[in-house]
């Protein structure tokens, strides 16, 4: 069963313009979720991350959003560079990023010079 | 800033032989963790381990074994590996109890098991 879903596996953007990805998870015990960046031939490196207590985090041109009703997060990316072209996992964790995580599939983005 | 080095970036090796490879990391991180990454699936955990000589199994152990006798250094074996062990491997370190402290990977280990 899988318990985080990136149900799109591909996304194409402009420069310039907004890229939103987006998660979901099953499980309600998962308390700290994080977005991981992926270029090929590279290990994946940490982008960002929210806990189950807010809503919302943002660094610089990254945000995540966090509805934990609907068990869904999302991140904004804007805006969009050709740099930001890469896979992006969504990760979650019921005792905080440093422990056991479960990924989800993962989804390319593209975005267009 | 965290390093976590992979032996060997990319390995081909025949069925039925023994497979180590090898991870280090220089933070002095108590977590390693050891997933494998296949098109389609995502990363998928093999083990971790959150201490020397420790060991715990992820979502996909079967046919895989792991050591950690010291703590920055963890080995992943493949007993006897298999096609369907044609991968890419990637090693991640961490730190428990510091707050949103991610796990840090390593540049993975393109593995063709023919």
């Known amino acids: 069963d899988q318990q985080v879903k990136q149900n799109s596996p591909s996304l194409s953007v402009q420069e310039g313009r907004i890229s939103i990805l987006n998660c979901d998870y099953t499980n309600s015990m998962f308390d700290y979720f994080l977005w991981y960046k992926k270029y090929p031939a590279e290990g994946p490196t940490f982008l960002i991350s929210i806990s189950s207590i807010k809503d919302k985090n943002e660094d610089g041109r990254f945000t995540v959003f966090l509805n934990k009703s609907a068990k869904h997060l999302s991140l904004h990316i804007v805006p969009s560079q050709p740099g930001d072209s890469a896979v992006y996992f969504c990760a979650a964790s019921a005792k905080g990023g440093s422990e056991k995580l479960v990924f989800g599939k993962g989804m390319k983005l593209t975005v267009n010079p | 800033d965290v390093k976590v080095t992979q032996s060997s970036r990319y390995l081909v090796k025949r069925t039925g032989e023994k497979v180590f490879l090898e991870c280090v990391q220089d933070?002095?991180?108590?977590?390693m963790f050891w997933y494998r990454q296949d098109p389609g699936l995502g990363l998928r955990l093999i083990y971790f381990s959150y201490d020397v000589k420790m060991k715990e199994k992820g979502d996909i152990p079967e046919g895989y074994s792991v050591s950690r006798e010291k703590k920055e250094r963890f080995s992943l074996i493949l007993e006897s590996a298999s096609t369907n062990q044609t991968s890419m491997y990637l090693c991640a370190s961490s730190q428990p109890g510091v707050p949103n402290q991610p796990q840090h990977f390593g540049d993975g280990t393109r593995l063709s098991i023919l």
């Open positions: 933070m002095d991180h108590e977590n």
